[in-house]
């Protein structure tokens, strides 16, 4: 039965669509129409759209340049993994989880309370969409703490970050990724967050943030959680599955008055 709440449209002879609304909440192919036996070919070319887009955000280089020009004048260091190409790359995850030796040789330890690091990971489409307006509203909820300059990293998988923030003496980490595409989403960014990073560091040791696009999860909803996690990590020492997301509605994030932002837990 058609829910009556629901938008609804004739088919092509003239009888009620019952999938017409439910299409309208979702960007995934249900309730699909046909001509004869077949699909139309309206959506036949619609897949086959969407899988060019998936495989070109897969195998695209990242747009450093476009990053660096929302970036204007802030600076950042670009650094690249032990894969030398994008083949390498695809082929070995290995080698995009660890630094070459030239980009470790040129980062220099500071005292950071963080580093923010994007990477193409596996749509550098989602990372040159995202990462940097992301890196730009986290800036804005923690003014209060040191912030390392934004490292860009080529071909880089999320245990990249473990060894930029150890070399460059980050207390935590958060790596801005492209996430795997779909066949309805093909610039989905993850966001990773470690506490106390090191070369070697279990996948269980992080947090993550993941579908953020303008379809899925909002830069400003995502940066309201991210934000509380960063600071209850720094207050708990720890990232992982030991840290709960228990983050408020972002419209409660946002009236948390600052002097929460220390160490008030018991």
């Not at 003239?14 to 995934?28: E, I």
């Not at 880089?156 to 060894?163: H, L, N, W």
């Not at 709960?244 to 220390?262: H, M, R, V």
């Amino acid at each position: 039965m058609t829910d009556k709440t629901l938008p609804t449209a004739s088919t092509g002879g003239g009888s009620p669509d019952p999938w017409h609304g439910l299409r309208s909440l979702t960007r995934a192919r249900i309730g699909l129409d046909r001509s004869g036996n077949a699909q139309r070919s309206t959506d036949v070319l619609a897949f086959q759209a969407a899988h060019a887009q998936a495989r070109d955000a897969v195998h695209a280089p990242l747009d450093i340049d476009t990053m660096q020009a929302q970036l204007k004048d802030e600076p950042c260091l670009i650094v690249h993994s032990r894969a030398p190409d994008r083949p390498t790359y695809l082929r070995r995850p290995d080698l995009g989880r660890r630094l070459d030796a030239e980009s470790l040789a040129s980062l220099k330890k500071g005292c950071w309370d963080v580093v923010f690091v994007a990477a193409d990971g596996l749509s550098s489409v989602a990372t040159t969409e995202g990462a940097v307006a992301l890196y730009h509203a986290m800036k804005e909820r923690l003014k209060d703490w040191s912030i390392a300059p934004l490292v860009i990293a080529k071909e880089g998988r999320v245990a990249i970050g473990d060894e930029i923030a150890a070399a460059m003496g980050a207390s935590m980490v958060v790596m801005m990724i492209g996430e795997r595409p779909g066949l309805s989403v093909a610039n989905s960014m993850g966001v990773y967050l470690t506490y106390a990073p090191r070369v070697g560091c279990p996948d269980s040791a992080r947090n993550c943030l993941s579908n953020i696009h303008p379809h899925g999860q909002q830069t400003a909803v995502a940066a309201d959680k991210l934000a509380w996690l960063m600071r209850e990590a720094r207050q708990r020492k720890l990232t992982g599955v030991d840290l709960k997301d228990d983050a408020p509605d972002s419209t409660l994030l946002q009236q948390i008055p600052p002097a929460l932002d220390k160490d008030t837990r018991a």
